[in-house]
């Protein structure tokens, strides 16, 4: 049986809880359950505090797990990303009271706060900086006015709460992060290539849409180059032998735009479908 650490709440596990259904497995319907089996599916969920999970995958307790990439890569563990999953994107910045700080070289013989020492100091290494971090577990945004660093390093998505402690970020981002899909390199276990698989259809599913439209057939060369589909589009022939019925997928971000092209083109009656799921 697949095991597959999941996180246990926050934003990433809203995230991974809705595309783990769209691939079609069950899930607890308990928030405080650990542990939950999709026994049709053969594999087993394991509901976990997203700073563990690549420890699990790393040390190989767990098979598979979905976590961010900045907590990946401040475990230092043997665990692996081996898939972009689009979603929980964040960029972790160094930040410090308004109008104090321009750039990380500023940085020299300060003291950072941080919940990600491994990372602040590697990155402190790249630049030739020497600074002093400070670990917290969180809400490091008061160190600085309670006196516990100069500056701090931490995870921004919005800049909402840095701004209401009146701190701004400074200089390029450290890391940018979102979640992903990690392993222990060379794992190879049964049902992990059909898991990996379904995320994969998931992504492509909500990243495509069929489109759909009439054409006559003089000018079906010219508008299948608008719509070349993955290996090549349905052309059907209508009832009218003058004209030919096209089906494709297309990138839902230019859908309209594409739209716009296939109608100067001749195309008529088009429509766009959502696709709910799919195997590439």
Request: hydrophobic fraction near 45%.
């Given at each position: ?37 999709d026994?049709?599916n ?21 098979d ?37 700080y321009?750039?990380?070289?500023e ?25 002093t ?50 392993a222990r ?36 060369a ?28 297309v ?30």
């Amino acid at each position: 049986m697949l095991r597959v650490a999941v996180p246990n709440k926050g934003a990433l596990s809203e995230s991974a809880t809705t595309m783990l259904r769209e691939a079609g497995y069950s899930l607890r319907l308990n928030s405080k359950r650990l542990v939950h089996r999709d026994v049709e599916n053969d594999i087993e969920f394991f509901y976990l505090r997203p700073r563990d999970i690549a420890t699990y995958i790393g040390r190989g307790i767990l098979d598979i797990g979905i976590t961010g990439r900045d907590l990946l890569l401040e475990s230092e563990s043997e665990a692996e990303e081996i898939l972009q999953l689009g979603f929980g994107r964040s960029a972790f910045h160094y930040a410090g009271e308004a109008g104090v700080y321009s750039d990380p070289a500023e940085l020299a013989g300060k003291t950072i706060a941080t919940s990600y020492p491994v990372l602040v100091e590697q990155d402190l290494a790249r630049r030739g900086i020497d600074a002093t971090t400070v670990k917290l577990d969180g809400a490091v945004e008061v160190s600085i006015e309670l006196g516990v660093a100069d500056a701090i390093a931490d995870v921004v998505e919005t800049g909402t709460t840095l701004r209401m402690a009146g701190l701004e970020t400074f200089g390029d981002p450290i890391l940018v992060s979102e979640g992903v899909l990690v392993a222990r390199s060379g794992f190879d276990k049964p049902g992990a290539d059909v898991f990996l698989r379904r995320v994969q259809s998931v992504m492509v599913a909500r990243s495509y849409v069929l489109i759909d439209y009439d054409i006559r057939s003089e000018l079906l060369a010219d508008a299948i180059t608008v719509t070349p589909g993955f290996e090549s589009p349905t052309v059907s022939q209508l009832n009218d032998p003058e004209w030919c019925a096209v089906r494709s997928m297309v990138e839902a971000k230019d859908s309209h735009r594409i739209m716009d092209r296939l109608y100067s083109a001749g195309a008529r009656a088009i429509l766009v479908t959502a696709i709910d799921a799919c195997r590439m």
